[in-house]
Every structure is written in C-alpha cells, then in structure tokens.
C-alpha cells in the first residue's frame, strides 16, 4: 500500500498545474490548457469544489477534482442521484506512469469520498482505453456510453 497524499489546490500550484497540461499525455485528452488553468482559479474558493495535488513520498505527480455530479449540469452525469460525486484526474508527471500509482490514488481519494457520498463517477472518453482500464482497477464499473457537452462519447463509469 502506497501513502498516497492529498492537499488542496493553491494558486500558487498553478504554474506547476500547467506544464503538467502542457505534457504530451496529458494534453490529448485535456486540451486547452489556458481554459483548464482559468477554471482551476475559478474554481479555487468554491465550496462545490474539491481540487488535490496528489504526491508521493512528498513528491507532487497528479491532480484530481471532484464535485457534485449534479451541478453543472453535464448530460453524462444527468441520471445520477442527488449526492453523487464525479471526479476527474490525471497524472502530470510521467515519471509516475505505469507503475499502478494512477488505480493507487484513485482507490484511496474513493475510499475518502465514499465516506460522505454514496457513488461516485467518472466520464473518460471512450477512446481512452487506458483510462477505462485504471478507473477499473480502481474498482469503478462501466454504467453507460453517454454523450458530453462537447459532443465527445464518454464512458460513464461509477464506484458505488
């Protein structure tokens, strides 16, 4: 078992925030890393929010957010019941890449959620096979294929 750490997002991590959006792995899948770094200061005293860094041996490699599922309302998400929690996350440093470090930190950010919500859900896109496969690890289920926002088919997978 890893020790995984979670601390909020500060504004001051946002530099760090963006060369990590700005690496290869990460910007296939989430682009725009001007718009991203606009929301996450947005986003940074709203109570709906929970944003992390996550580290290791108190070195930083990952995000993750997560929210109430409900509130924005994004059609993926639209048949969850109130109190649902999504998450999205993604590794920042590559370094950290297929050693099982993204299903660890995934499973132990559930296993604090879990506490205070009943389920929680992901949305990666369908062509994001590697994705899918961590969040399973992670022990999400597939629930739905489902259509986003922005016209991309997720994989609306929960961990109930």
Do not use: C
């Not at 309302?73 to 999205?88: E, H, S, T, V």
């Amino acid at each position: 078992m890893r020790n995984f750490t979670f601390r909020k997002l500060k504004s001051t991590d946002l530099p760090l925030v963006r060369r990590w959006l700005d690496a290869p792995h990460v910007k296939a899948w989430w682009p725009d890393a001007e718009r991203h770094v606009a929301m996450m200061l947005d986003d940074l005293n709203s109570a709906g929010v929970d944003m992390n860094i996550v580290s290791l041996i108190d070195h930083p490699f990952a995000f993750v957010v997560d929210y109430n599922a409900n509130a924005y309302g994004q059609p993926q998400y639209a048949d969850l019941p109130p109190g649902a929690r999504a998450m999205d996350s993604f590794v920042g440093d590559s370094a950290f890449m297929g050693q099982g470090h993204a299903s660890g930190y995934l499973s132990a950010r559930v296993r604090d959620l879990r506490m205070k919500h009943s389920m929680i859900a992901v949305a990666p896109n369908t062509k994001d096979i590697h994705a899918i496969n961590i969040y399973n690890q992670a022990g999400f289920k597939k629930r739905r294929l489902a259509t986003a926002r922005d016209g991309s088919l997720v994989q609306v997978m929960t961990h109930l």
